[in-house]
């Protein structure tokens, strides 16, 4: 019953920017981290930037400064703003969250779909 439904990706020119969006439904008890991380072809997924419940937020060296991890606990949502987009930014995006479906069950890590960003250069 528990999705997160991403939105956003898209084509982009290099230095453009791109907000992605993130939102849990189903029946959900409560968010803790929520991150995002990305796959480029023929890399290894990395987490991107991650963000706890009360708003610590850390990134990855290679966006530190041009991208914004942020969250809305009242919509169960987190969003990713990228600014300064670089062709090494193309990936397929991905949505994670650590969250408990109930007060008698522990957290465990959920996923979105994947939203591919493209940067041209």
């Known amino acids: 019953q528990v999705q997160l439904v991403e939105s956003g990706g898209g084509l982009v020119q290099a230095g453009g920017s791109l907000t992605l969006s993130c939102a849990g439904s189903g029946s959900i008890f409560s968010i803790n981290d929520m991150g995002w991380y990305r796959q480029a072809p023929g890399k290894q997924r990395e987490l991107v930037a991650a963000?706890?419940?009360?708003?610590?937020?850390n990134y990855a060296d290679s966006v530190k400064g041009r991208f914004t991890i942020s969250r809305d606990n009242a919509k169960n949502a987190v969003y990713l703003q990228m600014n300064s987009l670089k062709p090494e930014d193309t990936a397929v995006y991905y949505c994670?969250?650590?969250?408990?479906?109930?007060?008698?069950?522990?957290?465990?890590?959920?996923w979105g779909q994947g939203t591919q960003v493209t940067v041209n250069s």
């Open positions: 994670n969250a650590a969250l408990r479906e109930s007060p008698r069950t522990w957290y465990r890590d959920y």
């Open positions: 963000i706890t419940r009360g708003g610590s937020t």
